[in-house]
């Protein structure tokens, strides 16, 4: 038997626990592996093999091949392999900010995070098929982190998708894995919208609810920041860009040269011929 106080990982497909997110990690019967390295949220997979989770050197929870666990680390936490097996191990950072698509709901009862907690879920064909890719690159010599980001926002996607909200209750809440913070994601997408109601759609809120959080972060209603912020815009390509007048109307939905014009002299007190030799 093999008690593992530190990180046991294969040697050529890994950097550390900080840089990593994903990991393959093979047992042998009777080795304890302690998972408490990782942070506080994580997805395993069995590969192949079975093993056991263990709290205070209390077994339970058996997980064979083909079945997935995600769990609530602990520091006194450690998977003992039942027979040899191979592992998958996904870090699902509690600082990981991303988009509300991906993101899994929950109760949110804040109740639950004191104690251990487990789910065992079966694997299907596409979280097979997902498991395979990644367990080909983690044979690779080199990883890559920005890649292994991506596949773990797939992973996410692939288990809200795939799974029923409630096996993940009281596991995981948009909390814990923080959605994309709320200005930046208006301010990437603003311009690119028809109307406030796609922009709501984006943040995945209804109108009201948007209205409000919106004044919260901006502390003006969207039409008169959106205003202020294509003005803005507006004045930032006429002084620091080569383009012509017509292309910034066109691009800013001026109905007209003549609209745009008036538009510039109210906002500036200039024409834009104007402002640009200012």
């Not at 205003?227 to 803005?232: C, D, L, S, T, Y």
């Amino acid at each position: 038997m093999r008690n593992y106080n530190g990180l046991y990982q294969e040697a050529d497909n890994s950097e550390t626990v900080d840089q990593d997110i994903f990991y393959r990690i093979k047992l042998l019967k009777g080795d304890i592996y302690p998972i408490s390295q990782y942070s506080p949220f994580s997805v395993t997979f069995v590969i192949r093999g079975k093993i056991t989770y263990n709290k205070n050197n209390d077994s339970r929870n058996a997980i064979l091949d083909d079945q997935l666990a995600i769990i609530i680390n602990r520091p006194d936490i450690s998977i003992s392999a039942i027979e040899d097996c191979e592992i998958i191990i996904c870090n699902l950072a509690n600082n990981l900010k991303i988009c509300p698509c991906f993101a899994l709901k929950t109760d949110k009862d804040e109740s639950v995070f004191s104690n251990f907690r487990i789910e065992i879920i079966e694997i299907n064909s596409l979280i097979h098929n997902f498991l395979s890719s990644m367990d080909l690159y983690l044979n690779v010599p080199e990883n890559c982190f920005n890649y292994q980001e991506i596949k773990r926002l797939e992973l996410l996607f692939l288990l809200k998708k795939l799974y029923p909200q409630s096996k993940f209750c009281n596991l995981l809440s948009t909390n814990d894995l923080q959605e994309v913070d709320f200005k930046t994601l208006i301010i990437n997408n603003y311009s690119r919208v028809k109307n406030v109601k796609e922009l709501a759609n984006l943040t995945y809120s209804s109108m009201s609810t948007f209205s409000r959080k919106f004044k919260i972060n901006f502390g003006l209603p969207f039409n008169k920041w959106k205003k202020k912020q294509i003005a803005n815009d507006v004045y930032k390509e006429i002084k620091y860009t080569k383009k012509s007048f017509k292309n910034i109307a066109t691009e800013n939905d001026f109905a007209s040269q003549a609209h745009f014009n008036r538009f510039c002299k109210k906002h500036y007190g200039n024409t834009p011929s104007e402002l640009r030799n200012l």
